[in-house]
């Protein structure tokens, strides 16, 4: 069993910044791919970003490219999505997820890839 703990979250007005953290124990953590990801009120959970085993390749969906950055330690078994320009429309619960039967090179972007959450953490970024 892999568990995931996120943490970072909170309330920041548009322009700011917010790192998110996502800790992980009970595998072996270099052997996932990590993913990000966010669902806003009344909204389906969507894709934000996703890294492979080794940190080597990252995919990021389009509303968060060239503002949010995800990056992982291997070390430390966690993974971070560094977000900066935030928007109001960027206010959702965002989610980590772990993909442990994937292969070393993989970046899923759909949900489905995934088989283990976090329990999300609150971001409201105010206008």
């Known amino acids: 069993q892999v568990q995931l703990v996120e943490s970072g979250g909170g309330l920041v007005q548009a322009g700011g910044s917010l790192r998110l953290s996502c800790a992980a124990s009970g595998g072996t953590f270099s052997n996932y791919a990590m993913g990000w990801f966010r669902q806003a009120p009344g909204k389906a959970r969507e894709f934000v970003a996703a890294?492979?085993?080794?940190?080597?390749?990252?995919l990021h969906a389009e509303s968060a490219r060239g503002r949010f950055l995800i990056s992982r330690d291997n070390a430390k078994n966690t993974v971070s999505l560094e977000m900066n320009n935030l928007k109001p429309e960027d206010t959702a619960v965002y989610y980590c997820?772990?993909?442990?039967?994937?292969?070393?090179?993989?970046?899923?972007?759909?949900?489905?890839?995934?088989?283990?959450w976090g329990q999300g953490t609150q971001v409201t970024v105010s206008s």
């Open positions: 890294i492979n085993w080794s940190g080597s390749s990252m």
């Open positions: 997820a772990a993909d442990t039967t994937g292969t070393s090179a993989s970046v899923p972007e759909a949900l489905g890839f995934y088989d283990y």
